[in-house]
């Protein structure tokens, strides 16, 4: 930030009226004699008014006017005023006087550190976008009893430095590895390195597996949260380069916490539903990337009984994904903090002025029995807060809901018919046919 200063003095014209009378210029004395006036100081005794006849003092003899002390003062204050005026444009042209700086600070949520792209949807410049995201893509060769099946997925977690973690689609493997058929697992970086992938753990209910892989040093790439996304935001689905059947998918997210069934007769939560066209499997189990290249969920290759959802492309949060991981990980069984709620949606911009909220997530459905159900939580609630962190959005909701822990106490506060609440409820853990 640069300083205020002046750049320049021009001349100063004083025209200021001192009230000096008539009598001529300050510095010049006319002798008493030469003029129509005098001071009764300056008429000799005895001579009041009259005229003095005296020679004509020369210049080597010229007396001390007699200014008084009126005139005097004025010539100070003037003296005063003149010096003063040039002291000033002499600190102006030194520099020594500025202005007062004001350090305005920015008070705006930080973007990502690195922008990968333009922030208007049309205009995201994806090359980039994927050629950011690309080295942190693998393909994965899975052998089966009916030959090879390919697919992507992403590197999420660092195991050292001669070991990294990959996170892809259940269904690439499940069918293989649920009878015992599954064969060697090779992974392919963007540098054309090869490594043998080892299968950690997986979790049906979200649809994931963990796969270690040996080598390295590996790209790791940024990830985002679902809270960060809004319906109509453009994202893009990314597969790796090797895979057959295309790459990348953009589009626009239309829901951050579907609720879809799938053809087995389960239903995967808390998805993000991407509109353009469902992702083919080869490219499944890669990222889904917010346009600034961050990582906002995983996509999976599903099977959705509703007809409308089929041409959907679908993604786990990726903060569920990130949560899965970090416990396959550490060899414990996966649990998923539950509340009851299905398809929350975000609020709308209307609503939320009415209720005078920056956000929400409104509760589309509720699940019997399950904790929100049991606190009396119901169709078109408004959720506001969870354990008073603020809900925004239906993402936000599953991004705090990821943190928390199943048993653990937590306080919901939310807005029912029009009036504001908050009630204590215990998290359950999803149950496998909710």
């Given amino acids: 930030m640069t300083n205020a200063r002046i750049g320049s003095v021009g001349s100063i014209d004083v025209g200021y009226d001192f009230?000096?009378?008539?009598?001529?210029?300050?510095?010049?004395?006319?002798?008493?004699?030469d003029r129509l006036w005098r001071h009764p100081s300056e008429v000799p005794d005895g001579h009041p008014g009259g005229t003095v006849a005296a020679e004509r003092p020369g210049p080597d003899r010229l007396p001390a006017p007699n200014l008084g002390p009126a005139r005097i003062w004025t010539v100070a204050i003037v003296a005063g005023v003149i010096g003063a005026v040039a002291a000033s444009g002499i600190g102006i042209l030194g520099g020594e006087f500025q202005q007062p700086t004001t350090v305005v600070q920015s008070v705006f949520p930080s973007t990502p550190s690195v922008s990968l792209a333009n922030a208007s949807g049309p205009n995201v410049d994806w090359t980039t976008v994927d050629n950011a995201v690309a080295p942190s893509v693998v393909a994965?060769?899975?052998?089966?009893?009916?030959?090879?099946?390919?697919?992507?997925?992403?590197?999420?977690?660092?195991?050292?430095?001669a070991r990294a973690y990959v996170i892809t689609d259940l269904s690439l493997i499940s069918s293989a590895a649920d009878t015992d058929e599954l064969g060697p697992i090779e992974v392919t970086f963007l540098s054309g390195r090869q490594a043998k992938g080892r299968l950690v753990g997986q979790d049906p209910l979200s649809g994931l597996a963990l796969i270690a892989v040996s080598g390295g040093p590996d790209t790791f790439p940024t990830l985002g949260s679902v809270a960060q996304l809004a319906v109509a935001n453009?994202?893009?689905?990314?597969?790796?380069?090797?895979?057959?059947?295309?790459?990348?998918?953009?589009?626009s997210v239309t829901a951050e916490n579907r609720n879809v069934p799938v053809a087995d007769g389960t239903?995967?939560?808390?998805?993000?539903?991407?509109?353009?066209?469902?992702?083919?499997?080869?490219?499944?189990?890669?990222?889904?990337?917010?346009?600034?290249?961050?990582?906002?969920?995983?996509?999976?290759?599903?099977d959705p009984t509703d007809t409308s959802d089929q041409d959907l492309t679908f993604a786990v949060p990726v903060d569920e994904a990130e949560h899965v991981a970090q416990q396959i990980l550490a060899g414990k069984t996966v649990t998923h903090p539950w509340l009851g709620l299905y398809d929350s949606v975000d609020l709308s911009t209307e609503v939320a002025h009415e209720e005078g909220l920056s956000g929400g997530a409104l509760a589309v459905a509720v699940s019997p029995g399950s904790p929100a159900s049991k606190i009396g939580l119901q169709p078109s609630d408004i959720i506001t807060a969870l354990d008073g962190q603020p809900v925004t959005s239906a993402g936000s909701l599953t991004a705090l809901l990821s943190k928390s822990r199943p048993g653990s106490e937590t306080t919901i506060s939310f807005i029912q018919d029009g009036r504001p609440g908050a009630k204590t409820l215990i998290l359950a853990n999803q149950p496998a046919d909710s």
């Avoid at 009230?19 to 004699?33: I, N, S």
């Avoid at 009916?146 to 992403?154: I, K, N, R």
């Avoid at 083919?280 to 996509?299: E, H, R, S």
């Fill in 267 to 302: 239903d995967m939560e808390n998805m993000i539903a991407v509109s353009g066209t469902s992702v083919p499997a080869p490219v499944a189990g890669g990222p889904l990337v917010d346009q600034f290249g961050q990582v906002v969920g995983i996509t999976l290759a599903l």
């Fill in 140 to 161: 994965i060769s899975v052998s089966t009893a009916d030959g090879p099946e390919m697919g992507s997925g992403l590197l999420i977690l660092s195991g050292g430095s």
């Fill in 234 to 251: 453009p994202v893009m689905a990314i597969g790796a380069r090797t895979v057959p059947g295309g790459s990348v998918f953009s589009g």
């Fill in 19 to 33: 009230g000096l009378d008539d009598e001529g210029p300050f510095f010049a004395w006319v002798p008493p004699e």
